[in-house]
């Protein structure tokens, strides 16, 4: 086992290796602090995008809180205590250092948005491992993967090369889904990864899509506001998740679930009323 983990790394390393080699380097462009929202608010420079960020504070504090208050999430494991302390310490920074970048945008405030960002990114890979995986290896991964992240944003600030940054960011989008749904969980409540994926993907599209978005709305709300505001569902959702979960007594993927609800539905075999779903009771009315 600690062999197959060892040609893993390897093979991980040499991957990012041949990418930074074979592709070229990603610069950041300045049009990115170029937000279409500029309006001024109570004396708030670019107002809308700074006090969006808020929600991040709150939901990161009182994650925080949660964690720590009478074993309210139910974190039975030492390295899930460190990697969700990771998590929302990561969530809560995002609304100091993302307030703090769009009262001036430019690449050294950037460095203080992207960095709480990468923390939450990297923290939520360990939890994946240690609930999906192996726990001591998600555990022992958590200080690695943080250093990752962190080594990512302060390449881009010296090399002016955004490939690494990209990685961390993409990567847990594109693994957590697919890791959420192939693997057994841990503990119930499965879909509500999903529901937090599905909202970091809104947020994407709506930062794409600032400007229009903001001429669509007749120059009420910016894309990049929406886009606060769908990013913060994502600890929303997890933090739910927490609070509702309890350890799965059969350890049983959601794509095998899926399929056991097709297949009762095809069947004719579906009951609403008393049917659980990633351990969701559905109440008949």
Request: glycine content about 6%; proline content about 5%.
């Amino acid at each position: 086992m600690r062999n197959r983990s060892l040609y893993a790394s390897l093979v991980s390393l040499f991957c990012f290796v041949v990418l930074m080699i074979v592709t070229p380097a990603i610069p950041q462009s300045q049009e990115y602090h170029n937000f279409a929202d500029h309006r001024k608010f109570f004396g708030i420079t670019n107002a809308l995008n700074v006090i969006s960020n808020f929600p991040f504070l709150v939901i990161g504090l009182v994650g925080l809180v949660l964690c720590y208050h009478g074993n309210y999430f139910r974190l039975s494991l030492q390295g899930e205590i460190w990697g969700w302390t990771c998590f929302y310490v990561g969530v809560a920074a995002v609304a100091v250092g993302s307030s703090y970048y769009h009262l001036k945008p430019d690449d050294a405030r950037l460095v203080w948005d992207r960095l709480p960002m990468t923390v939450a990114f990297t923290s939520i890979i360990a939890i994946f491992i240690i609930e999906r995986i192996d726990e001591r290896k998600g555990t022992v991964s958590i200080i690695p993967l943080l250093l990752a992240g962190i080594i990512s944003i302060v390449y881009w600030r010296f090399f002016d090369d955004l490939r690494p940054y990209a990685l961390v960011q993409f990567v847990p989008c594109i693994a957590i889904p697919i890791m959420a749904i192939l693997l057994p969980p841990m503990y119930t409540h499965s879909t509500y990864w999903l529901w937090a994926a599905g909202f970091y993907l809104l947020a994407k599209v709506l930062e794409a899509t600032d400007e229009v978005i903001y001429g669509w709305t007749h120059h009420i709300v910016s894309g990049h506001t929406l886009k606060h505001l769908a990013a913060a569902m994502v600890p929303v959702f997890l933090t739910f998740m927490l609070a509702k979960r309890n350890v799965e007594p059969e350890r049983q993927n959601l794509l095998k679930t899926w399929r056991v609800s097709w297949m009762k539905f095809r069947e004719g075999n579906f009951n609403i009323g008393s049917y659980s779903y990633s351990g969701v009771a559905v109440v008949e009315t």
